[in-house]
């Protein structure tokens, strides 16, 4: 089956530095990769939808200059956190799509990242 | 190890009841959690278990037994927009999410 990662799994940083975060399709060519974060309890909640060699497009709410994300290749997208607070503490998780010629896709979720700013 | 199940595909009927079953593997555990999700939309969240029994919430209930490391979703009275997919995911003690693959329900007339 598909696999999508997450790197790092766990990232502990000071209050105003930066952290990025990697997702990588690791079998296959994912045309769109999508950010979420969520707070325990809490449904995932879409921060960003990126496609391979693009902007980003962010959902409302969400500054795009204080979360960077870059989708340099069909497998690779990164998030980073800029200037990073305690309030952005939280489980980010990525997901990649795999689009199949029958025009069906599926999504694939990683593992997920737990930022906790101190 | 870890591990986690869930049937891929799953077929109900209008105004029926379907039962959708996860079943995991893990050392330590956070909670269970369900979501849906629709074709080319984000999961929504659906519910989440960390303690054994039944929570219901209107149509949908959740069932958990850690015990068994079985958790099962209940739709009730389903409707036409309950197509979609349902993604169980359990939290280990790392805090990481070990998510199915999904199940896809499809509700015919």
């Known amino acids: 089956g598909a696999v999508v990662s997450q790197h790092p799994s766990r990232v502990i940083c000071k209050s105003g530095t930066s952290v990025k975060i990697e997702c990588r399709s690791l079998?296959?060519?994912?045309?769109?990769m999508f950010w979420y974060r969520q707070f325990p309890k809490q449904s995932l909640m879409l921060m960003a939808t990126?496609?391979?060699?693009?902007?980003?497009?962010?959902e409302q709410g969400v500054e795009k200059d204080k979360f960077l994300i870059n989708h340099a290749s069909l497998t690779l997208s990164t998030l980073t956190v800029t200037s990073a607070h305690p309030e952005d503490s939280s489980f980010y998780i990525c997901?990649?799509?795999?689009?199949?010629?029958?025009?069906?896709?599926?999504?694939?979720f990683g593992p997920g990242t737990r930022l906790t700013v101190t | 190890g870890q591990n986690i199940d869930q049937p891929t595909e799953m077929t109900a009927t209008e105004g029926a009841i379907v039962q959708i079953n996860c079943t995991y593997q893990?050392?330590?555990?956070?909670?269970l959690f369900w979501y849906q999700q629709h074709a080319g939309e984000a999961p929504t969240f659906l519910s989440y278990?960390?303690l054994d029994g039944l929570e219901e919430k209107g149509r949908f209930s959740s069932f958990l037994s850690r015990s068994k490391g079985y958790s099962y979703l209940l739709l009730k009275e389903l409707q036409m927009k309950d197509s979609a997919s349902y993604l169980c995911?359990?939290?280990?003690?790392?805090?990481?999410?070990?998510w199915g693959a999904g199940t896809k329900l499809i509700i015919k007339p």
């Open positions: 079998d296959f060519q994912a045309t769109t």
């Open positions: 997901s990649a799509t795999l689009s199949r010629t029958d025009s069906s896709y599926e999504q694939y």
């Open positions: 995911a359990f939290m280990d003690s790392n805090y990481q999410l070990i």
């Open positions: 893990t050392s330590g555990f956070n909670g």
């Open positions: 278990n960390v």
């Open positions: 990126s496609n391979e060699g693009s902007k980003a497009t962010y």
